[in-house]
């Protein structure tokens, strides 16, 4: 008999290999339900699947480099079954969309939305038969996911203890963070460190530069009666979502139908290109509040600067600062000046003991006479309420402190939270004051009232559906300068910003201090130059920009031009080059002229940049205005110094500028006659 080799070893060991390949397989993907989602311009691309236990992930490349591996997607519930696992996709249905809208006001006047959608329907296949959407977007310049819950039999009224939504990054990347649990409600210095050194949990937008030299920014949109998302480090270069608590521990308490918020994810090839994205905006709904002509952009000066400098004081005093007389002064300055509002922090009954009246001025604020004659001089005021995180005080006296403003033709309010916590238990990021915050721009609205939050939620795009929403605060301000015992905000802070909370939306940060030495404070100065404090008005968007310092340190300064031309409202704005922590170049056009302006600062070093004025007209010849850093400027032992010149540019042009220690340039280009 003709014997034959025995190949039955090498067939098992075959059938081994396929058999442990397609196990492998199944753990980390089944077929049948992944599904990618590519952005317009094909280089993003975003892949949901289900694992072989019914658990829903994702995943996502930049060309062929993965930017993050199998990240987890679900939630647990207090008291239910946890909605993880066990569930099986009955629909995929897909969208585009590309179509431009127009802001009423804004950093860019027309925003084009153009992405590419899934979304996939997903029920549990045994127990309650639950049902949870997840539904994808994918923009040229990143991507973003939320949860629907559709309305069911078998959940109804829920309690969510953890959204376990995962970014597992394809490496130990730099990221710039600040703490999400403290008493200082966002307002801290960022740090910088690798993914695998972050111990604290972080707030969003949380920006990293990967280890391939792309840049990622993870935040959230359309935050709505939900909790606001932390991160917190969870191994293997790995975060997940945190949402704050509130005071029994639960972190979401809704209802069936519903959707959370979005979940962002910005990414560019350089830094500057994070700033220039427009998806927060795109993600919310559209203008709810009608006509909204009665919503201005402006800028302001008030008493404000004089109070943290221990000048005067909030309360009544003999050198209490919102006294009639010294708001008129306020009032002569800004319309003299041309500039749109006087904010008048301290006026109302309570700033004693923090128990506040918000209708009743203290005996030398006379609101009428003070309303009457900023009426007459074609000045607004902006009104202030401080809660001192009593917002059930402030609640129950919500609808007359509204009346009142509104009796008195104020349309302009500036609010604020101090405190650890809220009504002494809760946070001030947690589901119940998203709702508190939301509630006061909807009742502001109504009485057609503008509102610039402070100690606030940071922005998640809100201000495209109320556009009354206009700016706040949620990051350290210019105020640390004056009063803070550890140096104040150093140079990199107003460099890092940018990248970082600025990519929320707009910022109340108070730029444009002349007095930088701090005669008053001699522990204190603000550690730039005056050039970067002018540069800051183009650098950091806000549609209310206070002009802060004391009006006699502005009388007769050549500098105080540039304030007094700045615009507050754009029709293009565009980051055109910068690191974080380093430095920013920020070109912007008026949204009511042809003028350009440009605003450029650096950290502690000095800096030489080239700026390629191609953003120009074809055809045009502009005078450039010029605010630039004196040859011996510097912000520790030098920070006046500074030079203003003027020469003809055209978009063949290109600027070379150089930024001192601390330093900045300030520039306007007004089309030459």
């Known amino acids: 008999m003709k014997k034959y080799p025995n190949i ?14 397609f196990i492998l397989s199944r753990c980390e993907e089944n077929p049948t339900t992944s599904r990618t989602v590519v952005s317009p311009d094909e280089t993003l691309n975003v892949t949901f699947y289900l694992d072989h236990e019914g658990k829903p992930f994702y995943s996502a490349k930049l060309g062929e480099k993965p930017l993050f591996y199998k990240s987890q997607l679900g939630f647990e519930l207090k008291g239910a079954p946890n909605l993880l696992d066990d569930f099986v996709a009955t629909r995929f249905d897909r969208d585009q969309v590309d179509q ?8 860019q006047k027309e925003i084009r939305n153009n992405y590419r959608e899934l979304k996939i329907e997903l029920k549990e296949q045994h127990g309650l038969h639950r049902k949870m959407n997840i539904i994808f977007r994918v923009y040229n310049e990143g991507f973003a996911f939320r949860y629907e819950f559709p309305g069911q039999e078998n959940l109804k009224d829920f309690e969510i203890s953890n959204e376990v939504t995962g970014f597992a990054f ?17 307002e801290y210095l960022y740090t910088s460190h690798p993914l695998s050194e972050l111990t604290d949990t972080v707030c969003t937008p949380l920006t990293l530069e990967t280890k391939s030299g792309n840049y990622i920014s993870i935040h959230e949109a359309a935050l709505v009666d939900y909790a606001s998302m932390s991160l917190y480090h969870s191994g293997n270069n790995k975060l997940r979502c945190d949402l704050v608590p509130w005071s029994d521990g639960v972190k979401v308490k809704t209802s069936a139908p519903r959707v959370t918020p979005w979940r962002t994810v910005l ?49 009544y005093s003999p050198t209490h600062g919102a006294n009639t007389q010294n708001v008129m002064k306020y009032i002569d300055f800004a319309a003299k000046a041309g500039i749109g509002a006087v904010l008048v922090e301290g006026w109302n009954q309570g700033w004693e003991d923090w128990k506040f009246s918000f209708t009743k001025p203290y005996p030398d604020f006379d609101i009428k006479k003070i309303t009457d004659y900023a009426r007459k001089k074609g000045v607004q005021l902006i009104g202030h309420n401080e809660t001192g995180a009593d917002v059930a005080n402030y609640e129950q006296q919500l ?29 001030h990021h947690g589901q119940f004051m998203v709702n508190h915050y939301l509630h006061m721009v909807q009742e502001a609205a109504k009485r057609h009232i503008m509102l610039d939050v402070h100690e606030p939620i940071i922005p998640t795009g809100l201000r495209r559906t109320y556009p009354n929403l206009m ?19 150093p140079p990199e802070h107003t460099t890092i910003l940018p990248f970082t909370r600025l990519l929320a939306g707009p910022m109340d940060f108070t730029p444009g201090i002349f007095e930088l030495t701090l005669k008053d404070k001699p522990h204190n100065q603000v550690n730039t130059t005056l050039a970067k404090q002018l540069a800051l008005y183009v650098v950091l968007y806000s549609p209310l920009q206070m002009v802060p310092d004391l009006p006699e340190n502005y009388q007769g300064h050549p500098a105080f031009q540039f304030i007094h031309d700045v615009p507050v409202d754009w029709e293009y704005s565009k980051a055109i080059n910068g690191e974080i922590g380093d430095y920013v170049t920020v070109i912007r056009k008026d949204r009511n002229s042809r003028d350009w302006y440009l605003g450029a ?11 390629p004025l191609s953003f120009l007209a074809k055809g045009r010849k502009y005078t450039a205005e010029m605010y630039l850093d004196g040859p011996q400027a510097n912000y520790s032992n030098n920070p006046v110094s500074i030079e203003i010149t003027k020469k003809e540019v055209n978009r063949r ?5 150089n930024l001192a220690p601390g330093g900045g340039a300030a520039i306007r280009f007004t089309p030459a006659r």
């Open 8 to 21: 039955f070893p090498a067939i098992s060991t075959v059938f081994l290999i396929i058999a442990a390949i």
């Open 100 to 107: 431009t809208w127009t802001q009423p006001w804004g950093e």
């Open 170 to 186: 394809s490496g130990d990347h730099t990221a710039w963070s600040i703490p999400a649990y403290g008493d200082n409600r966002y």
């Open 267 to 315: 990414v560019s090839s350089t830094a500057a290109g994070l700033m220039n994205s427009r998806m927060l905006l795109n993600l919310n709904e559209p203008n709810q509040l009608g006509d909204v002509s009665w919503i201005k952009p402006t800028k302001f000066v008030g008493i404000w600067w004089s109070l943290h400098l221990g000048k005067e004081t909030w309360q």
């Open 399 to 427: 609808d007359s402190a509204f009346n009142f403003y509104q009796k008195y033709g104020v349309h302009y309010v500036k609010t604020g939270y101090v405190g650890s916590r809220v009504n002494g238990k809760e946070w």
């Open 471 to 489: 700016s706040g605060e949620g990051a350290r301000g210019q105020e640390y300068n004056a009063w803070s015992e550890d140096g104040g905000n």
């Open 601 to 611: 600062i650096t950290d502690e070093d000095p800096r030489k940049i080239e700026v």
């Open 653 to 657: 042009t290109t600027l070379r500028l």
